[in-house]
């Protein structure tokens, strides 16, 4: 079956601007994760949503970074103002029902740069 | 500080040769544990996990690992290497054995020589 989905691949933006990062998880998954890898580092937890609801939004930088997942399925990351210190792989990673026992299944991630 | 540790930025093995990385925590009980594999292009895709019981873990594409509690260890190991196994390796925890996040080590990148 199909696996997690992201878009765009690539992104390159101007410092300042607003992007949003899509992710499509493995269909019947109501656990989904978004992470961030920095250049020469492993990838970092930014939240977490259970269904609809961020369960967990600890990893969240700032309040430039936002993210929703309106009907359970689809979720995007929404950066505001971008600084060139958000450039990164953004992961994306679902599964069944999210307790710590489950399989992420990760996404092939969306490089952002800015510029 | 709470931290997951992979010493060896890179590793170069010739094919066929046996491989082993290295993966340290510090946290004060057991989590669990996994070894993830990211190849380019492609996203992370688990190769094995920990959760309790056999200290040695079976996992994919001829994968082991095992856990060594006084150690504070998790190391992978592959007694045959092919050239498909070039990739970046990460090691992650999930610190409190009940919860969803995943905190990963930095990787270490396997070069395969022929």
């Known amino acids: 079956g199909a696996g997690v989905s992201q878009t765009p691949s690539n992104k390159v933006t101007e410092k300042g601007k607003y992007v949003e990062l899509r992710c499509d998880p493995i269909s019947g998954h109501t656990a989904l994760y978004w992470y961030r890898q920095s250049l020469g580092q492993g990838p970092e937890f930014l939240i977490y949503?259970?269904?609809?609801?961020?369960?967990?939004d600890s990893g969240l930088p700032n309040d430039r970074f936002f993210a929703v997942r309106p009907e359970g399925s689809v979720s995007t990351l929404k950066i505001q103002r971008t600084e060139r210190g958000d450039s990164a792989v953004y992961l994306c990673?679902?599964?069944?029902?999210?307790?710590?026992?489950?399989?992420?299944?990760f996404g092939p991630g969306t490089r952002l740069t800015v510029l | 500080a709470q931290s997951v540790t992979q010493p060896d930025i890179h590793i170069t093995v010739s094919e066929g040769a046996s491989l082993e990385l290295r993966c340290n925590y510090s946290?004060?009980?057991?989590?669990?544990l996994f070894w993830y594999v990211q190849s380019p292009g492609q996203g992370l895709q688990l190769l094995l996990k920990?959760?309790?019981?056999?200290?040695l873990v079976q996992g994919i594409k001829g994968f082991e690992a095992e856990f060594k509690r006084s150690q504070s260890s998790f190391n992978l190991r592959k007694p045959s290497v092919h050239w498909s196994d070039a990739a970046e390796y990460f090691c992650?925890?999930?610190?409190?054995?009940?919860?969803?996040?995943?905190?990963f080590g930095a990787g270490t990148t396997v070069t395969v020589r022929a």
């Open positions: 992650a925890v999930d610190p409190s054995s009940n919860d969803y996040k995943l905190s």
């Open positions: 949503f259970q269904g609809t609801g961020a369960a967990d």
């Open positions: 946290y004060g009980a057991t989590p669990y």
């Open positions: 920990y959760f309790s019981g056999d200290t």
């Open positions: 990673a679902s599964s069944l029902v999210g307790v710590s026992t489950d399989t992420q299944y």
